[in-house]
């Protein structure tokens, strides 16, 4: 066998890895991008939660108590529902307020934008939050 043909057969072994570096390279790309993307949503969600429960706390806080008679609450459902409205607003998400007896309950919904999943086309991933405060007069548990 001479050198020339061995060198010629050395040749077509090149480039041979390419494509398993390259399959590895993307499963390599794609964990992490999963991973931090499920991570952010993760985020978002315990984020968008935490402004409904704050909302919500806002508005009962703004609910009237008045001890002038006990069990009496003059309920100013309006103020309430603006003031969680307006913590919604400020956080920078959408919600839905309802106030019910001493009861504010608010839904908050938002978008969290992944960093990597936007190679393969998903823009936005929906988040929500959910929370309920109520009201308690002085002396209820």
């Known amino acids: 066998m001479s050198g020339a043909h061995r060198l010629r057969k050395q040749e077509t072994d090149r480039g041979s890895a390419t494509p398993w570096f390259l399959m590895i390279v993307m499963s390599a790309f794609l964990f992490v991008g999963v991973s931090v993307d499920t991570g952010g949503k993760l985020q978002a969600a315990n984020r968008a939660e935490a402004v409904a429960g704050e909302a919500a706390r806002a508005g009962a ?81």
């Open 61 to 141: 806080n703004a609910l009237d108590y008045s001890p002038s008679k006990i069990g009496d609450i003059h309920l100013g459902f309006a103020r309430a529902q603006n003031a969680a409205e307006k913590y919604i607003s400020v956080a920078g998400y959408q919600g839905e307020v309802t106030v019910t007896g001493r009861e504010v309950t608010v839904t908050t919904t938002g978008t969290y934008k992944p960093v990597f999943l936007t190679a393969i086309g998903i823009k936005a991933l929906p988040v929500d939050g959910h929370a309920t405060a109520r009201l308690v007069a002085p002396g209820e548990d």
